[in-house]
């Protein structure tokens, strides 16, 4: 198991929170600066006069509703104050300002920044990405809460392996996506050998036994044993 903090190794901390859905912390935001100040405003020279860009002058009076005559005259001192600006911003408003410079930025190809702020947003552990130039979610309320209900109905041989899996997926170092889904199949395994009353089966033969007392879905059933076999072919 990766060297998580207590809380996150044995589930104590909420899944919303392990997947960044409803806030953003220092981390986030500071990557998520740091992509926007080396990829795109980076560009801007530290002479320049601010009155002559139009990027960042859209920025200033469209996006923060500021005066313009109180707006820096360098390309240093408005770096400085957006950076300011940024660091207040509430987690929405954050995505909110990431939308609009790169629908504003005068520059035609964003790829390179939509990627970095892609990448920091996956290490992280942000339940967003950048789709089109707009913000979108990859995890939605109803997942959060079915994960939230599995850890907590689960019975401790299920359980265990939820929150091995909750712990690969939340390592921001080194994630481990393959082995959470080999533990999350763990956890369905362990269930199935419940209701089947048959510890020493496997997925396979626990999914038949299963089958015969409550008729599983064809395609449900699919699903299981493509996912079993993924996680335990080499």
Not at 174 to 193: F, L, Q, T
Request: net charge negative.
């Amino acid at each position: 198991m990766p060297d998580l903090p207590f809380s996150q190794r044995y589930g104590h901390t909420p899944i919303r929170s392990i997947l960044q859905k409803d806030s953003m912390d220092a981390e986030l935001r500071v990557s998520l600066w740091n992509v926007l100040r080396e990829r795109l405003f980076g560009r801007f020279s530290s002479q320049y006069n601010f009155q002559d860009s139009g990027f960042v002058k859209a920025i200033w009076k469209d996006h923060f509703k500021r005066p313009v005559d109180d707006a820096p005259d360098t390309g240093h001192g408005a770096l400085i104050a957006l950076r300011r600006c940024f660091d207040k911003m509430e987690w929405t408003e954050v995505y909110e300002f990431v939308e609009f410079v790169l629908e504003t930025s005068p520059y035609i190809s964003k790829d390179w920044v939509i990627a970095g702020l892609n990448e920091v947003l996956k290490r992280e552990n942000s339940a967003y990405r950048i789709v089109g130039g707009k913000v979108i979610p990859i995890i939605t309320d109803h997942e959060i809460k079915a994960i939230d209900s599995a850890l907590y109905w689960a019975p401790r041989a299920a359980e265990v392996h939820l929150n091995s899996a909750i712990a690969m997926l939340s390592d921001r170092v080194e994630p481990d996506y393959r082995n959470s889904i080999k533990e999350s199949i763990s956890a369905v395994e362990a269930i199935c050998k419940i209701i089947a009353a048959d510890d020493k089966a496997d997925l396979a033969k626990a999914l038949r036994a299963l089958n015969a007392k409550i008729s599983l879905h064809g395609a449900l059933r699919m699903a299981f044993d493509k996912l079993y076999a993924y996680t335990n072919d080499e």
